[in-house]
């Protein structure tokens, strides 16, 4: 054991001594103590202490028992980085003096034989990094003070266990020995094996005393044969190690690409927890366990958790022994609901250590009042003896979140505003569907992207026609698709849920299905579709045509078979709850609908009127697509009108049904905007078309490859199709006021608005607003009835955004276009843009898919400008935006922030809006 | 005549009588006297003269002989416009004093019978709007003037010859017979026809004055029979008619729709202009012609002009006569052209009229230097005493206006700064291409779109390989396709030119010629092309492939068979004069080259470097291609690695050539953009290409059509192919890297840069710069050459524009790819616009084709933020854009404005933007 062998004992740079005498920049008090009733840290100081160390000093300040220990601020760790892994000179003494208070409270001492104080060295950082960093327990255990622990607890084998223990964790976490052995299995693992084939026993728990003696000194000669080290004997060497090894973790490859995806900032740092052990596994007047002050399932009130008897925190996280629960009610209900006879059941913590428990439920009511907030708590009980180890917001479902909002609002301990912020507005999407009880959920087949939410079960099916067919037969189906096209809509309206094997979160199947509020799980690359066969290939399951399964399409999950759900609730609690949010906000939320049934869901949800009726949608139904496939196929004026002329009463009845829906609330309707090729039907259906039509087979393959684009969506769309055909967008201006003019002189006050999509210059939208103003004068005459209706237009195009101020001189509203607005200012395609958008956002060249959360840095500045432009021209002129966004939590923020008027979504996401517009309202950035 | 038919006879409310009161705001002289060597108004007084008004006036205050008149002003067209067709009140005494004048002047009277004073009232708007309002002449004509006239003239048939005529004008244009007359036929004409009959003579000329006597009653019945109004014999009712006829012509619907398409705002009204009639028309003591000052064919100096004996001016227009040469040196060569014997040719005005041609040649000289500028003239000789009718600046072919202002410069009349902005920068384009020589050019077989100029002939053919076969036998072909794509670069770029049936003036076909400096016809319908007959049809003829035809790019035209062509001049007075252009203009002008031949033309047009060289253009050549299919084929980037490896040397190769050509000057290098999809060849020459590469015919297709793209322009290209495949951009840079420390090994200096497309986000510019710096650092290393390279990026997507800022962080140099930046701020496929932008632009929807002149009110601007943003952030970046605009006078201007460093454009248009840059810096707007 020269200098060289001691030198490399502890990696060179990770000691305290070697310190840099340049701190001046560091804060002067770099550890903070806890323990005995008291703490110099709070929890108001999570940046500097961390979340756990934070905690851990708020709760010793409320005097809970906390066993004593202290926090290494998370300005070390920044200064650790910056310096080479070097540490801030006054460091030493200040650890020196922290574990001096402890061995003062424990009256034990670090590396005392006689009574030795042990430790846990632990990462916390400012946000829950789970599982991302290193922890070393039991640090302070050599040669001799194993013989000190021995007499503390009365067990050799105690002793020993935890000192072979040590090592091993040392040995891995901070000597490195496990990183170094490679893909070679663990060394140490291979030591306990050879001992216990030796002793011809099966388990660990059947080696004695004597073997782990032998196995804690193999493990220390396997150290100085791998790694050519010595294992330190010295606690304090050991525990500069171990803080050294701490902070060293923060740069580790698992911590680094976490905090890529969650985008954590780097230079946060973590703070070091160094705390006295306390030991849930000395005897059966032992246990360690997790506890909820209400449960995360439902939010009902009562202490919900699980322990384990003479254990050690970690074997419940390893899951080895079936934990119990700590309410005897719910040890009770658990025992029942797996059918084990009420005299067989494992015992309660209520039952076995009723002081404990009665202790731990006054705590988690102190600590949950205290922070005014469900808790999720650790604990140990140390020979009947409790210790709290952590307490922190408790994560729950959707529905405990509401419940427990209410239920505190109830109970005076939050505001009806803090109640708001305490749920996460797109995790109302849960609520708002039917769900997979929790009890009943089997086995998955496959797995694809969560879509679209909802739990749906039904018959497959592989063509929408089928899907049409098999529903008028009172059938329920499930469409499965490779991936799905404008064609698929009539089919994907029938059915309970769309499977595709293709496509993103934004492909065809995920946006359409979401904006019917329909189950779909998409791009499940784990299916084989053969459509030939009718059936698809998953594993090696072959599912058939007619054969049953369900989606769950907040999960992506897949399974087989029927699954029973459990419906959606509306009322109660969620009801009160959203009033409140309503209550809260200022922004206005409407829906995108484009039936009617659409807009009486929509309406159902809290829909504030319609900021987008698409009228091509109706273009699909029925029979109505020939007449529309006529008029695209016309070869003039006269061909187009004589089709269109058949579309008039059909969309006119489409109106009356919309309006009537939303009577009383403003209806934006959206003329005319796909590429007209979007309305064909694949190419070899040409002939059948003819004949249908009664057209020449031979014109129709002309006008259709003349309809051809290179790129569709930057193409004949939106009001060019108005500029060079106007008398479509004629047919729509007379739709819509004759269903106004028809439903004014019922009684029904309705308020339909028109919009103009795709517009990019001021004078497309002067001539087409004329035209139909001049529609709409000459309805109003026929019928006797004003019509004043808003014409507004769509900003989607950058060219309308800078140019805004010209365009609101046309527009009585604008409603900003998202989804178009991001194609074109971001140049990416969204149909085409998943062969690399996953990899952008998955390597954090963009923040998230732009599709999905509004691009802020960039079409954020677009909309801002439009905003600010178009009410320099116009102060009243109403501002909106419709499509993926409008649901979207930190879109609506957003929003909100630049005073839009209203976020239009689709009906299933009106809630989450609603409840994210509160938020924003609040000032609370999603 | 009751009150009734007075009153119809001159149309309600165009009369003084009929003014308003409330004249406040009209100034108080509407009405500017010229004649007898004065004149109230002056040549600077256009906007209130009109042209025409103002130059009379210039003219007669020169002293110049001008038959006497005035000019009423514009101002009185708005009033008349905005008042109901009202007069102000002054109106009336200004009018009857100006008459006054002239009466003095001539010593004539209105109405006098016995000494009448005829007048012309004309239009005159501040720009000359030929043919598009109403003139009326020999007003004053009544049943008893034009006995004095007769006597005057002393010829009947003179006398109601002009009577008749004067009737005629009057009906059709002030009282509007013909428009009431509908497509009947014009009933005047009618008369004279029947009139001949009767006489059974052929020609107007050979009735005699008794018939034309009874013709003029003849059109007063008529007159009375088909409007009910009586023919007005009072001279003044006769001179309000006609002007609020003139006034009312600035709103007819051919001046409507001329001010529409020249964007020339309607409220800038036409002048009136009334003057004393002369008369060319009353002996062989008599002429009128036509001059220019120096001519406007050639720029050589001289009276040129034509003019007929005998004649009114109107007769030289209407083309019924041959019109004599007015110098006798012109005359003499015409006939010899024209292979007349010199005898027999017709005599010069120099030799037949000696005294007006001298003073016409004073006059000439005078109006030259006083305008400073070539003159265009107009004159009427009535017994033997010249008449001046109008000067303006003559219009010239781009060779004359060069020379012209070069002579001018050497003359001292004009200064070096004058003479650039003498020559307008897009004319510049006729003069850098061969040219059918103007006495050679036969009848065009057809006329498509003037897609890129020049003049060539060759041998059709139909195919891109074809092209390249006879080309390699020697011979000269012209590619004819329905369109070109991709595939047919070979085939360009080795043909004399390219037809083409279909696509606009920016189809694939017109823009890739252009860059090349191709001649090409696009878009020309006439053809109608049988690929499997190797023919195309046109009217009548069959042109079969091998057959000559001859194209001429400048005007659309093709001819058949071979056609004589003038080669381009760039020395002498156009070199002189692009000198001068440079010495003026600040901004730089750079090309887009994509060979080492291109780089060479380009730097002999005088460019400054190259702004955009496309490294995907040299893919296409020879084998390349299946290296770069096999790269795109390939299913892992071992395979990309491997073809990439076969592709490096000819990179290498390319940029060595391209580089030494540019020694000294920088080049642009922009690494791969098109979506991969773009290389691949149709699919149904997959299999050959499987043989060829050895590869899986099955697996190709798969890779095909994985390639699919809905949208590709806002598909996976750019620098999106760079950050999911970087191996591809490492081999070009390494190319880059390579071929520059070859290139610095041998002396040479080269500046080779690298500039990343399609960068949307900060980020992606930080990876590929940092990867694009590693290789160099590299090849550095490897060759002991310091490899500084400048890297920086293309701003083609909005939201690189709005976030300059951030982009520039990372970033050398901007280039504005504005083609690209076009497609996506106005959301419009260059492929697909032309169903609908034709539209759009000839109904000024859009002022211009956004893809031909940059699109200022929304491109502009974030061209303009983007320039703001990312000076603030690096106050040295490189500006420039590249792309189509940049050859684009008027976006050379914006350019200019903004402050850009330089523009880049096809080596061909490098001239164009060099004069425009002048004309900028001039500050000249285009």
Sequence with gaps: MGARTKKKTVPAGRRARRSDRASSAVPKKLV??????????????????????????????????VPPGFTITTDVCTYYREHGQRYPSALDAQVTRALERMEKILDRRF???????????????????????????????????????IR??????????????FIQMFGDVVLGLKAASGSDGDPFEEIIERKKRQRGVEHDTNLGSDD????????????????????????????????????GSWDNARALTYRKLNRIPDDWGTAVNVQAM??????????????????????????YGEFLANAQGEDVVAGIRTPQQIAKTAAIAQAKASGIAAGKRAPSLEETMPKCFAELVRIAKQLEKHYRDMQDLEFTIERNRLWMLQTRAGKRTAAAAVKIAVDMVGERLISQDEAILRVEPAQLDQLLHPQIAPADRPKPIAKGLPASPGAVGGEVVFSADEAVNLTQAGHKVVLVRIETSPEDIHGMHVAQGVLTARGGMTSHAAVVARGMGKCCVAGCGDIDIDYAKQSFEVGDREIHKGDWITLDGSTGEVFEGTVRTTAPELGGDFGRFMKWADRARTLKVRANADTPHDAEVARKFGAEGIGLCRTEHMFFDGDRIDAVRQMILATDTAGREQALAKLLPMQRLDFVGILRAMAGLPVIIRLLDPPLHEFLPPEEELGALARRLGADEESLHTAYEALHEANPMLGHRGCRLGITYPEIYRMQVRAIAEATAELRREGVRVHPEIMIPLVGHVRELAILREQALQELAEIGRQSSIKLK?????????????????????????????TNDLTQTTLG??????????????????????????????GVGQLVAIAAERGRRTRPDITLGICGEHGGDPASVAFCNDLGLDYVSCSPYRVPVARLAAAHAALGKKS
Tied chains: 1, 2.
């Excluded at 903070?32 to 934070?54: C, H, I, Q, V």
């Excluded at 101020?805 to 009585?812: F, L, M, P, V, Y």
């Design 152 to 165: 503390q607890s009365g067990s050799a084998r105690f002793g020993y266990d935890c000192y072979r223990r």
């Design 212 to 247: 782990l003696r032998e196995i804690a000194d193999d493990f220390k000669a396997l150290i100085r044969d791998r790694l050519g080290v010595e294992f330190p004997e010295d606690p304090r060497e050991q525990l500069w190690a171990a803080i050294s090894a701490v902070f």
């Design 789 to 817: 209706i808003p014409i507004g237009t769509m900003i989607e195009l950058p060219r309308a955004a800078l140019t805004a101020d010209q365009i609101a001189t046309e527009a009585d509203f604008f409603s900003f276009g």
């Design 828 to 857: 990416l395609s969204r149909d085409d843009s998943g062969r690399f958008l996953r990899h952008y956002v998955s390597n954090g060249i963009l923040p998230e898919d732009p599709f999905v959360s509004i691009d802020q840095g």
């Design 32 to 65: 903070y103590g806890f323990g005995d009733g008291k703490a110099e840290g709070k929890a108001s100081m999570r940046n500097t202490l961390g979340g756990k160390g934070a905690n851990l000093a708020e709760m010793a300040g409320l005097g809970l028992p």
């Design 111 to 149: 590396g005392d034989p006689a009574s030795p104080l042990l430790v846990s060295v632990r990462s916390g950082s400012r946000t829950s990094m789970p599982g991302m960093m290193d922890t070393v327990l039991n640090l302070g255990l050599n040669q001799s003070t194993v013989e000190g622990l």
């Design 278 to 303: 306390v030991f849930g596994n000395l005897g059966d007047d032992c246990a360690t366990g997790v506890a909820f002050t209400r449960s995360p399932a439902t939010g009902d009130k009562g202490l």
